[in-house]
């Protein structure tokens, strides 16, 4: 079967009080008591956002796509996320009826189409809100296929910002790519069981392209940014059998220096 999957998402829940214009006539006091103020009634408080998501399955496509409640909070990136949703379903959906023609008109059985994103909170603070996405996409193949996405929204000018926007990519690629591919190599030795040979005319052995994979700075201790994650998917480092790879670094000193102004008082040091 296929399965495509898309989130919708969730309006933001606001609580609000109500109350009858008509108020009752109250007794005549005297002066003791009129000198006395009432208590003031405590303000209704206001329901947290709910987690946007988005879920449609008929017979060519499975479709679900969600977000957390920390993005649908942010009525601009919620109206983007919405869209990306409603654009994401658009598409795959009509992959899947063409396919699901296509294979009638061959005589062929036709297997269900899916397509799964979940974005997740990996970053949350005064500064930026950054999700890192994980889906699954199947179109009739042998397999499906996983997929990974990210988005760092600055706060203060509520916009998305791209990963060149916050890094000087040339020098963070010098700077770190040797750290990546130790980092790399160990994770597939444990892995394949064997030690890895790098070998630049096997892409399965070689440390492939930094700034070809998904690149996400990562808050893991909440004060503020502190690691860089680094998602490569199958294919890319190892066979499909291996799934996909992630590398960490952490933000130290010397990685600030290749962070662009002013995005550097964004970190938080270890």
Known sequence: MHRYWIAVALGVLVLAGCSDDRAPQQPRQNAAQSSQQPAASPAQPTAP???????????????????????????????????????????????ATRDAAAMKADGFPFRKHALEQKWATVADTPQVLVLQAEGYAYTGGAHGMPFYSSIIWDKAREQRIGI???FDLPRFKNLVTGEFCDKLNIERREKR??????????????????????????????????????IIGPYEAGPYAEGTYTIEMQADGELMRVVKRPYNTWFAAP
């Open 49 to 95: 956002a709910s987690a946007g998501k988005v879920n449609r399955d008929d017979a060519a496509l499975d479709f679900s796509y969600e977000w957390p409640a920390q993005a649908a909070a942010v009525p601009p990136l919620d109206a983007w996320l919405r869209g990306h949703a409603e654009t994401q379903y658009k598409e795959a959906h009509g992959s």
């Open 164 to 166: 060149g926007q916050f």
């Open 193 to 230: 069981g064997i030690v890895v040979k790098p070998d630049a005319n096997d892409p399965f052995n070689a440390c492939p392209d930094i700034l070809k994979q998904q690149i996400i700075p990562v808050s893991q201790r909440g004060k503020g940014l502190d690691t860089v994650r680094v």
